[in-house]
């Protein structure tokens, strides 16, 4: 399974725009990225995945450069209730998910 | 649809106790995971089914783990002789074949071993 690079943390305010890039170079022709969103004692819950271009749904954009080896999550105008950590994953539809340390984002007021 | 449920939320066990977990997934998905969170960390990989069958179990299983899969419906994970490491939340997700990648989580069950 390809491993994948994000920051550890990002804070944000309130409103703002928030961008998270996800490094993953080896990856390979039939997997596609993934992420997902954990909220403290809770289970991940799935945000958004995609394999190639930009994908949009009502909670983000996934943007996949042509080459695939990274990948950015946007998620616009946050709220407090965005505070979560938030994993880049990339994998076959097989669905053996290899998380990693995830990206804690912080949003205040 | 209620979801991904797992039983029990919490256990609480004396070290070299065998314990069980149940996961009822989503009716109509025929995929089960299992992963092992501790804090700090991303969920680990632990084993997964297709239907009845497991299709791959993690290296990092020992021999002390065992899931099964009866009937392709609920799931359970048994812990025999629990180790103090085994402390973490045991996450069940399920899935339907063709886009296993997204996965719906349970709520977990939080073990301590003490």
């Known amino acids: 399974l390809a491993k994948t690079t994000q920051p550890i943390s990002m804070d944000s305010y309130e409103g703002q725009e928030v961008n998270i890039t996800c490094s993953h170079n080896?990856?390979?022709?039939?997997?596609?990225i993934t992420w997902y969103q954990q909220f403290p004692s809770q289970g991940p819950r799935f945000i958004i995945q995609?394999?190639?271009t930009k994908v949009t749904n009502e909670v983000a954009s996934l943007f996949i450069p042509a080459d695939r080896k990274s990948s950015t999550l946007s998620l616009p105008r946050v709220s407090l209730s965005d505070t979560a950590v938030y994993y880049c994953?990339?994998?076959?539809?097989?669905?053996?998910?290899?998380f990693g340390a995830g990206t804690q984002v912080v949003v205040t007021p | 649809d209620t979801g991904v449920s797992q039983n029990p939320r919490h256990k609480i066990t004396k070290r070299g106790q065998n314990v069980t977990f149940r996961c009822d997934p989503i009716?109509?998905?025929?995929?089960l995971y299992w992963y092992r969170q501790t804090l700090g960390q991303g969920p680990e990989f632990l084993t997964y089914?297709?239907?009845?069958?497991?299709?791959?179990k993690s290296r990092l299983l020992s021999d002390r783990f065992s899931a099964e899969r009866p009937k392709g419906s609920f799931s359970t994970l048994e812990i025999q002789r629990t180790e103090q490491g085994d402390s973490a939340m045991y996450l069940c997700?399920?899935?339907?074949?063709?886009?296993?990648?997204?996965?719906?989580f349970g709520p977990g069950t939080r073990l301590t071993v003490t």
């Open positions: 997700a399920s899935s339907n074949s063709a886009q296993g990648y997204e996965q719906y």
């Open positions: 994953l990339v994998g076959d539809s097989w669905g053996k998910l290899q």
């Open positions: 080896n990856i390979a022709t039939n997997d596609y």
């Open positions: 089914f297709q239907n009845e069958a497991q299709l791959e």
């Open positions: 995609g394999y190639k």
């Open positions: 009716s109509e998905h025929n995929r």
